[in-house]
Each structure stands twice: as structure tokens, then as C-alpha cells.
């Protein structure tokens, strides 16, 4: 009978340690993002890269098929799930962001750019933690815009 009370009294010790270890790292699942926008200008007008864009030149070059990139201007905004917010970028164009749910290390977010309560581009994207992705944009003065899109959570 004493050996049935100790595998009972095991076995109830490690179900709530598996509860327990269940529960905090719910409690620790993320539930705000931070999202960075950069935009840059990229151009075919000369070949001038902005020092701010080297360590993703050889990034933004196997992507788009410009000559000059210049970062015009970053901002940052933190949101909740469900929560909404916007971005102005250049050329009067507006950034609005959705944080749908952070499941594990993806961030899922709706994005709508808009100029002038136009919609210019709608998507839903998934951003690893940590992780970033650039988005062509509409044309710009003598070029296109690219938008960096990072996250952390």
C-alpha cells in the first residue's frame, strides 16, 4: 500500500509540475509587438547608398533592381493583439497596422497603406521574432519607396 501512495504522490508531483511549466510559459507567451518601419528611396538616378542602409544593401540588391538607396525616416509603435495603429511615411502615404496574435515566434498583422483614405496596398503578414521583411512601395520623386517592416516581441 505505501509503494501505490508514493507512485501516486509521483505521479500527481509531475502532473503539476507539467501544469505548472504549462502555465508560466503561457504566462510568458508575448503579447505586445514591437514594430519598427523604415522607408527608404530607391533610385536609378545615381548610385549613392546611405550608410544607415549598408548592413542590408546586398538584401535590398537581390530584391529590388536600383542603383541609390536613402533612408528617408523610421518609426516604431508598440500594439497589442487587436490593437491598431498608424505610421506616416513620405508622400502623404499612411501605414496602418493590426496585430492579429503572436503564436509561438510569428507575429501575424494586418497592413493597409493608404494615401489620402485610398487603399493602395492591403496584406496579412507573419514576422518571426526578431525578423524583418521589405515591402516595394508606390512611386516616389525620381524614384520608388521600399518600407522595412521589423518586429520583436
Not at 541609390?68 to 513620405?90: A, H, I, K, W
Request: hydrophobic content about 40%.
Amino acid at each position: 500500500m505505501m509503494r501505490f501512495k508514493t507512485f501516486c504522490w509521483r505521479v500527481l508531483t509531475a502532473i503539476l509540475i507539467v501544469v505548472w511549466h504549462g502555465g508560466l510559459a503561457s504566462a510568458l507567451a508575448a503579447d505586445s509587438c514591437r514594430i519598427t518601419v523604415v522607408s527608404v528611396l530607391a533610385a536609378r538616378d545615381d548610385t549613392t547608398i546611405d550608410p544607415k542602409l549598408e548592413p542590408e544593401i546586398v538584401d535590398l540588391r537581390s530584391i529590388f533592381n536600383y542603383t541609390s538607396y536613402r533612408q528617408l525616416g523610421g518609426e516604431s509603435l508598440t500594439l497589442e493583439t487587436d490593437q491598431s495603429g498608424s505610421v506616416s511615411l513620405p508622400g502623404e502615404h499612411e501605414l496602418n497596422i493590426t496585430l492579429k496574435d503572436i503564436h509561438g515566434d510569428r507575429a501575424r498583422m494586418d497592413m493597409r497603406i493608404s494615401k489620402k483614405n485610398q487603399i493602395i496596398l492591403q496584406t496579412t503578414l507573419q514576422l518571426l521574432n526578431r525578423g524583418s521583411l521589405f515591402i516595394g512601395g508606390p512611386e516616389y520623386l525620381n524614384g520608388n519607396l521600399i518600407f522595412k517592416i521589423s518586429s520583436a516581441f
